[in-house]
């Protein structure tokens, strides 16, 4: 089995009728949607979810799972979702699929967190995959310079050769910052820029790493 898949479906087993439920975003969180679909559909599984994506919310209700907002709930019990890259510290780096904003949103909402991911996730230290940054577009080009002299290099995202726009409206900018030793101090520093709307970097949040291994073995570290 496809070592996503076997991480992403895996997760499914912190899910329990009556549960709100964040659904991620990604390859990999899109495993645990389609078996949290499977299980509503045809087990019973009876859930209220937010999604963290307009395709998230697409696939979910393809199975008829209840989707609800934060009008309704104020708060989530458990929330599945990908990562760019995870450490030791269940730090990660998010935004590879452009969906960082709402997926913190749901991630700061939510009682238990887990992170589902494929083995070439998990890194000693993060870094090497970038870090994303949502960005309004209003004087992009300033923010784009303050960015620059924190001591990275800022690339606005391109899809199919355009801008790359997110489900908010915004830019991501995919930024090298080499490793990361201090993700807090970068994630205080980016914080302070007026334009930058949120980071990629998810620290202190993660309560269980769930890492499917090419071998079709599981780990799960707590
Ligand atoms: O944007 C994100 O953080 C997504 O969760 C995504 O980047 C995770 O990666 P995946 O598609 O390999 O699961």
Redesign the pocket.
């Known amino acids: 089995m496809n070592p996503?898949q076997l991480a992403g479906e895996k997760a499914v087993d912190y899910v329990k009728s009556g549960m709100k439920v964040g659904l991620?975003?990604?390859?990999?969180?899109?495993f645990t949607i389609q078996e949290i679909g499977r299980r509503v559909k045809h087990e019973g599984l009876d859930i209220e979810a937010i999604a963290t994506s307009i395709e998230s919310e697409r696939l979910a209700k393809e199975w008829g799972v209840k989707m609800v907002d934060f009008s309704e709930i104020d708060h989530l019990d458990v929330t599945i979702?990908?990562?760019?890259e995870a450490d030791a510290n269940l730090n990660l780096i998010?935004?590879?699929?452009?969906?960082?904003l709402r997926?913190k949103i749901v991630a700061f909402a939510t009682k238990f967190y887990v992170i589902?991911?494929?083995e070439r996730?998990y890194v000693p230290t993060l870094g090497a995959f970038g870090l994303?940054i949502e960005i309004i577009p209003f004087g992009w080009e300033e923010t784009f310079r303050e960015v620059t002299a924190l001591g990275c290099t800022p690339k606005r995202r391109e899809k199919n050769e355009e801008i790359f726009i997110t489900d908010n409206h915004n830019f991501i900018f995919d930024c090298d910052f080499g490793l990361i030793e201090n993700p807090h101090d970068v994630l205080q520093k980016l914080q302070g820029i007026p334009g930058v709307v949120e980071s990629?970097l998810f620290l202190d949040k993660t309560d269980v790493l769930i890492i499917g291994n090419n071998d079709g073995t599981l780990k799960i570290i707590e």
């Open positions: 996503k991620g975003t990604g390859s990999t969180a899109y979702d990908g990562a760019d998010k935004g590879g699929g452009g969906a960082l997926e589902v991911a494929d996730k994303p990629g």
